[in-house]
């Protein structure tokens, strides 16, 4: 039997999505688990430990938004959202909530599985890179920031910071190219992959979190509003820039 593409977790109310979702992504050689509650999906995820989450926000029992926030309380896993609503303030809440990616209904089945392949590729690059602790991969300090890059370990001026897979990879992108101003395009399809380039909603929502997180050295982060984002070796007087306008060019 050839071997898995991925094992992902389902959590969709609605029966006939649900068993579409599953018989669609096991003829493509994924596993697949399935839950149709928020707690059914929690449970699942604990015992199972999918590679990746799809995730319906219109839950009957815990609101999808919940489940984010309590997968991301013990868990990495990639979560994929599936939602009726396109709106950009509900992608921005569910990025917020801890979601990597967010898929409109009604979606096809080519567009799910490539943000899926997405998600795995994401996923395992930063398992392989944990497991091997290449020995080479720099710890480089900007300001008061330091990363170690083969640890994925984070210090703000000295204190630990727990930051996310994404997070951190957001944050890598920007160290390793500090002083320089980095497009929404070139960080979205640095730090998501290469079919992403329109979603500035998910940076200005990243880039926040890492502010929050990094503390006083969040103001290293600064706006270039209309174009993206520059990582400066010094924090600037008077604390960090307003993040970019909604609906702002990406390049």
Not at 32 to 53: F, I, K, M, N, T
Not at 230 to 250: I, T
Request: charged letters at 25%; proline letters at 4%; a negative charge.
């Amino acid at each position: 039997m050839s071997p898995s593409s991925g094992h992902v977790l389902v959590i969709d109310d609605e029966r006939a999505i649900l068993r579409a979702l599953t018989i669609a992504l096991r003829a493509r050689g994924y596993e697949v688990d399935a839950a149709s509650s928020g707690e059914e999906g929690l449970s699942l995820a604990a015992l199972r430990s999918p590679e990746v989450v799809v995730l319906d926000l219109g839950l009957p029992d815990v609101d999808g938004m919940d489940v984010c926030r309590r997968l991301r309380q013990w868990s990495d896993v990639p979560i994929v959202v599936l939602s009726a609503h396109g709106a950009e303030d509900m992608k921005v809440a569910a990025l917020d909530a801890g979601a990597d990616d967010y898929v409109t209904k009604p979606f096809g089945m080519a567009e799910l599985e490539a943000r899926l392949r997405v998600a795995l590729r994401h996923r395992r690059a930063i398992l392989e890179l944990a497991d091997e602790a290449v020995a080479g991969e720099p710890v480089i300090t900007v300001g008061e920031i330091e990363l170690d890059l083969a640890r994925r370990l984070v210090r703000s001026a000295g204190t630990p910071v727990v930051l996310t897979a994404r997070e951190f990879d957001l944050l890598a992108c920007m160290v390793r190219h500090s002083g320089k101003v980095l497009t929404h395009r070139f960080l979205l399809q640095q730090v998501w992959g290469s079919a992403y380039g329109d979603e500035a909603h998910y940076l200005r929502v990243y880039v926040n979190r890492l502010r929050r997180k990094l503390g006083d050295a969040g103001g290293m982060l600064r706006t270039n509003v209309g174009v993206g984002y520059e990582l400066v070796a010094e924090q600037p007087a008077g604390g960090s820039q307003p993040d970019a306008v909604p609906g702002s060019s990406d390049d």
